[in-house]
Nanobody, 127 residues
Framework: QVQLVESGGGLVQAGGSLRLSCAAS????????MGWFRQAPGKEREFVGGINWSSSRTSYADSVKGRFTISRDNAKNTVYLQMNSLKPEDTAVYYCAADTRYRGPIVPLQAEVYDYWGQGTQVTVSS
């Protein structure tokens, strides 16, 4: 079992920044890939970014490339999502997820691959 707890969400003006954190507990954190997803009202959950177990690879949705950065600290069992130049369309509930069944170089992009999810944290960007 893996427990994931997100934090760092909130209300920010357009152009501002937020850093989300996701603390993991349970299985050995350094053994699995982590991803960030988001879901806006009335929309499907979408991939935002992901990082493999060793931090050697990251992947981002086109909509956030150049603005968001994902990183992890395996010593602290935590993955981060640094969000800069935020836009109103970034408003959503953000979820972190763990893919504990895969320990390879590729960053999983599909939500159905991830087997553990956090409860989500709200990010609201005002115009």
């Amino acid at each position: 079992q893996v427990q994931l707890v997100e934090s760092g969400g909130g209300l920010v003006q357009a152009g501002g920044s937020l850093r989300l954190s996701c603390a993991a507990s349970g299985r050995t954190f350094s053994n699995y890939a982590m991803g960030w997803f988001r879901q806006a009202p009335g929309k499907e959950r979408e991939f935002v970014g992901g990082i493999n177990w060793s931090s050697s690879r990251t992947s981002y949705a086109d909509s956030v490339k150049g603005r968001f950065t994902i990183s992890r600290d395996n010593a602290k069992n935590t993955v981060y999502l640094q969000m800069n130049s935020l836009k109103p369309e970034d408003t959503a509930v953000y979820y972190c997820a763990a893919d504990t069944r895969y320990r390879g170089p590729i960053v999983p992009l599909q939500a159905e691959v991830y087997d553990y999810w956090g409860q989500g944290t709200q990010v609201t960007v005002s115009s």
